[in-house]
């Protein structure tokens, strides 16, 4: 019998900008401000999920502030994404090209903020309500449910993970959720991209 063929990690080779530009004529900038992670550990997963809904994974979260009172933002969100290889957080905002400026600045603050002071019990107590809610209507149907199941089993997390991950949820502490913050999100390895008009 054949043996399966065995393939090798590409090499990742992180560009050592960390701001960039790109130029597009219209009156709105899209700002991008994240943070390259390498491959999480399973158990890690709950606290960068916890963290998105915090920062900017739904109404009230505190990227939402960013557009409710300080009129910063059309439209502002938080996101992760996860592969075999590495992992990747940010915040994003798309703003008035005049208010890029402070835009950035507001979104540094948020994320230092983040670090510096961590997160509290009522906001932690929050994100897993949001949170527990969303992964149980992704696996409501048998349809989303597969495609759930097989995207973590193809990082390496196994196909019950969706499972644990609720669970793990549900164990989280303020603590986790803090030290997590303080080992990844390093203002060292911060990027910065922005699309608008200078």
Do not use: C
């Not at 019998?1 to 990742?12: F, L, R």
């Not at 550990?41 to 505190?62: C, D, L, T």
């Not at 994320?111 to 309500?129: C, H, N, P, Q």
């Not at 499972?163 to 999100?185: G, I």
Request: no cysteine; net charge neutral.
């Amino acid at each position: 019998a054949d043996k399966p063929i065995s393939i090798d990690a590409p090499e990742i080779n992180l560009q050592t900008e960390r701001e960039g530009f790109i130029s597009f004529d219209r009156n709105q900038s899209f700002i991008h401000l994240g943070y390259p992670l390498p491959h999480l550990e399973a158990k890690e997963i709950p606290e960068i999920i916890i963290i998105n809904q915090i920062m900017g994974g739904n109404v009230g979260s505190r990227l939402w502030y960013l557009r409710q009172k300080e009129r910063l933002a059309y439209n502002v969100y938080s996101q992760y994404s996860l592969n075999k290889y590495d992992a990747l957080f940010l915040g994003a905002i798309g703003t008035d090209t005049s208010k890029t400026d402070i835009a950035v600045a507001s979104l540094r603050r948020e994320m230092k903020r983040l670090v510096d002071e961590g997160i509290t019990e009522s906001e932690l107590a929050d994100a897993k309500t949001s949170v527990k809610n969303n992964l149980i209507y992704r696996i409501e149907r048998k349809s989303s449910r597969a495609l759930t199941m097989t995207s973590y089993e193809s990082i390496d997390y196994g196909y019950k993970f969706v499972k644990e991950l609720l669970a793990a949820v549900e164990k989280m502490t303020v603590d986790q959720v803090n030290q997590f913050a303080k080992k990844y999100l390093l203002e060292e390895k911060q990027f910065l991209a922005i699309v608008g008009k200078k």
